[in-house]
């Protein structure tokens, strides 16, 4: 038989869905299982959005163009404007998703063998990505105990070799929530300049945040205008992770032409998610409110309710809607399987994603899981309390 790429034996499988089908034979069982694992939002998509969908008016559903199509990324230029992101049409391509958008500028941007920098806990698809573009990762930890605040520059500076092109940054951050600070925005400014490098920065979380202080995009920082690829999507945001819309923005003209390339020879995005996606941008003050509003609750509600249960741990995420806890288990992986599969509270279980996932380095993340705050509050009430009860009858527990 022959044998399969490199590249898809070191692909990794991902951390949010590779319990699937422990959860779907619970399900078949008739057990409730508390869908605590993945960043699908529950709260309904903009009604201006599905109209928009409802009412199309064309004979041919026909290829958009590569770059997608002129009026969505002319409406996403006043979009940006709100905050502060001064960009034109021109600066903007439109991609099958924050994925593809990821994918594009590595593909663009890094050789294979070339190595960027990214703070960890991250992203798992960030590796997935890396390992198609035959790039290197090279992780800098940061700690639950510390909030997950951005490591120190001379940890950086330590991994920084010739084959280094980048760092790559998600603020806010999946999978800690951890939003960056002024101090840290500029400390990753002064890295990319003095040793001129690409900065990637994740960004479709911006419209969830939860400090006083002002949001800061990669965009805002002077002196590296050049340098800065941003990463967004509509489907955080706009509870459209269906449509697979996303945009990859930058003032670098040759990164832009070298992304056209790989945008022509997967022909167009999708003109369907474009239509919808654009509409969006017309949802109401008041939808976006509601919509931040009722995440800022059930952040309380949940890193109260986890932080009560006996030997739980997890910083007050000031970001996007997850959060990463730290529990009572000998191993997070294990726990995570063994609530799907062995274990369930009058016909209820949790499903979470083992934080191991979105590390690199061996052995982090052993006792602890993503949670993402996608459900409403009485359901998250009923998975924290199955949590607890989980908890009390793992055979794995650590007193």
Request: glycine fraction near 6%; hydrophobic fraction near 40%.
């Amino acid at each position: 038989m022959p044998k399969i790429s490199e590249r898809g034996i070191l692909m990794p499988a991902s951390p949010i869905r590779k319990l699937v089908p422990l959860a779907n034979a619970a399900k078949s069982k008739g057990i409730k299982v508390y869908h605590l694992n993945i960043g699908q939002p529950d709260l309904p998509t903009p009604q201006i959005a599905l109209d928009s969908l409802k009412n199309i008016d064309r004979k041919v559903l026909e290829y958009s163009p590569s770059e997608g199509i002129l009026s969505f990324r002319t409406k996403l230029v006043k979009y940006y404007k709100k905050f502060n992101i001064d960009v034109n049409v021109d600066d903007i391509i439109i991609t099958t998703g924050g994925s593809e958008a990821v994918l594009f500028s590595f593909m663009s941007c890094l050789d294979p063998g070339d190595e960027i920098i990214v703070p960890e806990p991250a992203y798992a698809n960030y590796m997935a990505f890396a390992i198609s573009a035959g790039a290197i990762i090279k992780t800098i930890p940061s700690s639950i105990n510390e909030g997950f605040a951005l490591p120190s520059v001379e940890k950086f500076e330590a991994l920084i070799t010739e084959k280094t092109k980048g760092i790559l940054i998600c603020n806010p951050n999946n999978p800690t929530g951890y939003l960056y600070t002024q101090k840290e925005m500029n400390q990753i400014r002064d890295l990319v300049k003095k040793y001129n490098l690409f900065l990637f920065s994740d960004e479709v979380y911006r419209e969830f945040c939860y400090t006083g202080a002002p949001y800061i995009s990669a965009f805002h920082l002077q002196g590296i205008e050049e340098n800065v690829i941003l990463i967004d999507s509509v489907s955080k945001r706009y509870s459209e992770c269906g449509i697979r819309i996303g945009s990859l923005v930058t003032k670098n003209k040759e990164v832009r032409a070298s992304v056209m390339k790989f945008c022509q020879a997967r022909l167009s995005p999708p003109l369907i998610g474009q239509i919808i996606a654009e509409a969006s941008l017309d949802a109401s003050d008041e939808y976006m409110l509601d919509i931040y509003n009722e995440y800022v609750e059930r952040r309380k509600f949940l890193v109260d309710g986890l932080n009560r249960i006996p030997g739980c741990y997890t910083p007050i995420p000031m970001g996007a809607f997850y959060t990463v806890a730290k529990l009572p288990v000998d191993d997070a992986d294990k726990f995570c399987a063994w609530c799907l599969s062995e274990f369930e509270y009058e016909g209820q279980t949790v499903m979470m994603a083992p934080a191991s996932g979105f590390y690199t380095t061996p052995d982090l993340g052993k006792n602890e899981v993503r949670i993402a705050y996608v459900l409403k509050k009485e359901d998250l009430q009923k998975a924290l309390f199955v949590l607890g009860k989980a908890l009390e009858a793992y055979p794995g527990r650590v007193l």
